[in-house]
């Protein structure tokens, strides 16, 4: 059974930082595009970022291009999600997701796999 543990989400200033880590107990790991949505109340799921399994391509959303980074730890079996200059709007619920059926997946429902999420929290 493939499970997603997300850690790392908190309170911080605008203008801060947070990493978000995401253990997976998947046996192919590396064969997973391994993404980060979030929900803000009120709010459907937003893609924020991925990371391809072919060649450990990452690709973000314009909202947090520049501001956020995504990686893989194959090792590990782990992503991250650096997030940097961080703003109010960038508070959600922050959910780590697996995708093994599809090449480079942005919609929710491309995603198989999804953690229980972690809160970030940004105030002004």
């Known amino acids: 059974q493939v499970q997603l543990v997300e850690s790392g989400g908190g309170l911080v200033q605008a203008g801060g930082s947070l990493r978000l880590s995401c253990a997976a107990s998947i046996r192919t790991f590396s064969r997973y595009t391994m993404g980060w949505f979030r929900q803000a109340p009120g709010k459907e799921h937003e893609f924020v970022a991925a990371i391809t399994w072919t060649g450990g391509r990452p690709y973000y959303a314009d909202s947090v291009k520049g501001r956020f980074t995504i990686s893989r730890d194959i090792a590990k079996n782990t992503v991250y999600l650096q997030m940097n200059s961080l703003k109010p709007e960038d508070t959600a619920v922050y959910y780590c997701?697996?995708?093994?059926?599809?090449?480079?997946?942005?919609?929710?429902?491309?995603?198989?796999?999804w953690g229980q999420g972690t809160q970030v929290t940004v105030s002004s």
């Open positions: 997701t697996a995708c093994g059926r599809v090449a480079m997946p942005r919609s929710s429902h491309e995603f198989d796999v």
